[in-house]
């Protein structure tokens, strides 16, 4: 377990999730993120990675415990919302405050980029064209998509920029949240590492806090502030990332980073163990 | 596949050939069968009624198409809403689409007398199907990641069918409205095998086709027959025209011909 350093801007307590017949894939999870902090959770397929991300994000409603947001002050009661669980329904996120990217960029094939990039700004009721465009442009340009394309269509791109445009359409709303579910899971390992070194060129430009879920060990290092590892619904291990920053290419040929390696493999090891 | 014009105008003229030869070599009476010079001449002939049927009936099919477009395209939105509504009454759309529309073509009759109208709301009914089934199939097979990421910015029940199922639904609708196209037509006719009067204004093919039977025109009918065929087609390339320029945003037009 670690120190915390600074205080947490997403606060889970007991979070339980349960799908009707079957055992908890969350079962009684506690975690603190700290604000402005980039934590990478890890963990074998199925540990309820993914699912954990959903319930933040107000896409699952809970059936135990609480989710709460220190920046917006809002929570989320796992309990209240049982009810309406039964209803297949699920309380909204907070309108402003989050950023979400899939494993899939999941653009709309009929909007080009900068429409697709737009979007969220639709949803949250900007009524100006103008401001939304500026908006997208201003995203668009920090994930260094160049003006070229974005009046191209999401079939005309190629997955790296894909990938970019939907990055985009997280951030510009300017989330203090960002949560990014496995999103470089379906790119090539050059690719990758180019985005990975995006995420943290925008994390050095604006430090938001970031919870990112991957099952790349050397991802969630290279990313991260902590590392969390989870299996079975449960957090398994906890360990403070102790790579310097600003992170670059050439930390991932270090003995520190084959150090850090070596614990969260092990860690994620004993974890898999205890669980089977 | 492709249309080639070199071959299908070979295949055309072998076509007619046969037929030519076959009449002339079993000496069968006009009445039966026609040789195509017959049917050509009858075609000159009646060229301004067939002309003047050819526009009835392309109305009443345009008509038709566009009714159950509308009609369609609402009832989709409908049961796109509950999986319960959907239950409910999509098995007797698909009944009233097996049901011939031979035999619902009286009944119509009896409730909307021998009218212009009575013909468009057949071929609305023969080619509602394919709207609806499609549309709604394109209502709801909707990307879930989509709807998720559409829920995480707080959209709208609203929203989400404006913004998402709607334009997704719209490539599924265009393939249900080319098959719902030549539908239209055919319902048409079929239509106005029953309610046609040759003397009105409305006069269409299936009007012109069941009065020259009557006569025993065997030249002029077969004619009629070509000129049905050849609205059906001009239908289709409208409807494919239209769709192509419709579906620029949804793919490219290249991907959509080779799909169609």
Not at chain 1, 213 to 229: D, G, K, M, Q
Request: glycine share 8%; with cysteine; net charge neutral.
């Amino acid at each position: 377990m670690g120190v915390d350093k600074r205080p947490p801007a997403i606060t889970v307590r007991g979070l339980t999730v349960r799908f009707d017949g079957h055992p908890p894939v969350l079962d009684e999870l506690d975690l603190a993120v700290p604000g402005g902090e980039i934590v990478a959770i890890v963990g074998p397929s199925g540990c309820g990675k993914s699912t954990l991300l959903r319930s933040i994000a107000g896409l699952l409603a809970p059936v135990g415990g609480t989710i709460e947001f220190a920046l917006t002050g809002a929570s989320r009661d796992g309990q209240a919302s049982a009810a309406e669980r039964s209803l297949s329904t699920c309380p909204p996120a907070e309108p402003t405050g989050l950023g979400y990217v899939f494993q899939e960029p999941a653009l709309l094939p009929w909007r080009n980029v900068i429409e697709n990039v737009q979007l969220p700004l639709e949803l949250q009721g900007e009524p100006w064209r103008q401001q939304r465009e500026s908006g997208a442009a201003d995203a668009l340009r920090s994930v260094h998509l160049a003006a070229a394309s974005w009046h191209k269509f999401p079939r005309q791109l190629s997955g790296g920029m894909r990938m970019r445009a939907s990055l985009a359409r997280a951030l510009v709303v300017d989330p203090d949240v960002l949560l990014l579910d496995e999103p470089f899971a379906a790119v090539d390992d050059m690719l990758r590492t180019l985005l990975n070194e995006l995420v943290v060129e925008l994390w050095m430009q604006q430090p938001r806090t970031i919870l990112f879920v991957t099952h790349n060990i050397a991802e969630a290092i290279y990313l991260s502030h902590r590392i969390v590892v989870l299996s079975r619904g449960r957090i398994r291990a906890e360990l403070d990332n102790p790579l310097p920053w600003p992170r670059e290419r050439a930390q991932r040929g270090s003995s520190e980073f084959a150090d850090v390696y070596r614990q969260v493999s092990s860690a994620l090891w004993a974890a898999a163990q205890e669980a089977a | 596949m492709q249309f080639q014009w070199l071959p299908a105008t070979c295949g055309l003229i072998l076509f007619l050939l046969v037929w030519q030869l076959f009449v002339v070599v079993t000496g069968l009476p006009p009445i039966l069968l026609p040789p195509p010079t017959q049917v050509a001449m009858a075609l000159w002939q009646e060229r301004l009624v067939l002309c003047r049927a050819v526009t009835a009936t392309f109305a009443a099919s345009m008509l038709g198409l566009c009714l159950s477009l509308a009609s369609g395209s609402i009832l989709a939105v409908v049961f796109a809403q509950s999986r319960w509504l959907r239950s409910a009454f999509i098995p007797y759309i698909v009944f009233l689409q097996t049901v011939p529309v031979v035999a619902i073509a009286p009944l119509l009759i009896t409730w909307f007398g021998y009218r212009f109208h009575t013909v468009v709301l057949v071929s609305a009914i023969v080619s509602l199907f394919p709207v609806v089934s499609n549309a709604t199939t394109g209502l709801i097979s909707v990307d879930p990641l989509l709807v998720d990421l559409f829920r995480i910015h707080g959209a709208s029940r609203w929203q989400i069918l404006i913004k998402l199922r709607i334009p997704n639904a719209v490539r599924y609708l265009v393939l249900g409205l080319r098959v719902s196209a030549g539908l239209a037509v055919i319902g048409a006719i079929v239509g106005e095998l029953f309610v046609g009067d040759v003397i009105s204004r409305f006069a269409g093919l299936g009007t012109i086709i069941n009065a020259w039977q009557r006569m025993v025109r065997t030249d002029a009918v077969i004619a009629a027959i070509g000129a049905s065929t050849f609205l059906g087609m001009a239908v289709l390339s409208i409807v494919n025209l239209v769709s192509t320029r419709l579906l620029h945003r949804w793919t490219d037009s290249a991907d959509f011909e080779a799909q169609g």
